[in-house]
């Protein structure tokens, strides 16, 4: 079988690269392992640019071929209705006419939009605000949207927009399957949530396609379900920061749950020989400026993983992980200490699934 052909599409990166990968045994595009028949394994690796970032699908032991080329063409389709509802990169999203929608009439959105703005308030709410989509007019004013800035904002800028953020000032009516803002130059940025729930269509589309066993990685934030070809579970490793290469500071067995990471060290800038990261503090309008340098949340659904990374690692490394605790959520934290190097900080779930023998 030869894999519909994706077309790759050079643009300004949206959503970053992940921090986390799978470990061992990924084969390039589209190939199986060799000297088996297809009658036999069934296993096909499907990967592609998506959302300005990459994603990459394995699937083993799929039914037949037909299961596997009608999932290697809805991958791409799946992913690329999403990236044209929610990107703030292409003008005519449904997310940046909303943006565009300088107005507080209720504007008419798709189901998904409302599911994602739904999934983003659950997160806004527990975390106090901390994860906040309508913080975009800062992201971009640090350059970390779509517009290229060369110079950071001055403090009377950030403090012109501050009134614009407050993740209530976004009314959500899922009956009218609409949006309203409580003033009209609200902007929202799904940054912080879309690819985790990209993952979640592409996992609902393979399971109606009934595929067992599979791993989906939208830029790093990763979905499964099932074993890997070896029968065991999907093995995803929480990268090493700092280090010059893709080294594994921890593996995570992981089936059947989502896991997501968000850090401070592969999306970010250097401004005066400091780091300017792109997770904002939607209270200040500052870029996060602790000493947590990655976050990373397993849970069931990957919307909520993806969010929850992110809004923790805003909260920082006390506050975060004290809300991470107090939910019981399955966290692991990385902090820089005084000598340069991390410590790390595992919540008893995070430990439980770590530990676990196979
Ligand atoms: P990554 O893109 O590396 O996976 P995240 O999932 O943490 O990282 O998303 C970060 C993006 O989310 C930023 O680039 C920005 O667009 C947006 N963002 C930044 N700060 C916040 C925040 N406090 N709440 C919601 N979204 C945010
Ligand atoms: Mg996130």
């Known amino acids: 079988m030869s894999p519909r052909a994706v077309s ?54 799929a039914r037949d071929e037909a299961t596997i080329d009608a999932a290697s063409r809805r991958i791409p389709e799946v992913l690329g209705a999403i990236d044209s509802m929610m990107s703030t990169y292409k003008p005519d999203s449904e997310l940046s006419r909303f943006n565009q929608h300088q107005d507080t009439s209720s504007f008419p959105v798709s189901p998904e ?8 308030r659950v997160v806004s709410e527990a975390s106090g605000g901390a994860f906040d989509i309508t913080v975009g007019p800062i992201v971009n004013a640090w350059g970390f949207g779509p517009e290229q800035r060369s110079a950071p904002p001055a403090d009377s800028e950030i403090n012109a927009l501050l009134p614009r953020v407050g993740y209530l000032m976004v009314e959500i009516d ?9 003033r009209p130059d609200i902007y929202c940025d799904l940054s912080g949530i879309a690819q985790g729930y990209a993952a979640d269509r592409v996992a609902k589309m393979l399971d109606e396609l009934g595929v067992a066993d599979y791993m989906i990685d939208v830029s790093g934030e990763f979905r499964t379900r099932g074993r890997n070809d070896r029968g065991d ?31 401070d060290y592969r999306n970010y800038r250097e401004r005066d020989g400091k780091r300017v990261s792109h997770e904002i503090d939607p209270k200040t309008g500052q870029p996060i ?28 490394p006390e506050k975060g992980f004290a809300l991470a605790s107090e939910k019981g959520m399955a966290v692991f934290f990385l902090v820089r200490n005084a000598d340069g190097g ?8 995070f430990d439980a699934l770590v530990n676990v023998v196979q």
């Open 8 to 61: 790759r599409v050079f643009r300004p990166t949206l959503f970053g690269v992940g921090f986390v990968f799978l470990l061992a045994g990924a084969l390039p595009a589209c190939q199986r392992e060799p000297g088996k028949a297809i009658e036999e394994i069934q296993s096909v690796t499907i990967e592609g640019p998506t959302m300005g970032t990459r994603f990459t699908v394995k699937i083993e032991r």
């Open 174 to 182: 899922a009956a009218s399957s609409s949006l309203r803002k409580a």
């Open 233 to 263: 579970s999907w093995q995803i490793a929480v990268e090493r920061p700092d280090a010059p290469e893709r080294t594994a500071h921890l593996v995570v067995p992981l089936s059947d749950k989502s896991l997501a990471t968000s850090g």
């Open 342 to 349: 991390f410590d790390e900080r595992r919540t008893p779930q």
């Open 289 to 316: 400026a602790h000493g947590l340098a990655s976050v990373t949340v397993v849970t069931d659904n990957c919307a909520l993983a993806d969010a929850y990374a992110t809004a923790l690692i805003v909260m920082g």
């Open 113 to 120: 939009m409302i599911e994602v703005f739904q999934a983003a």
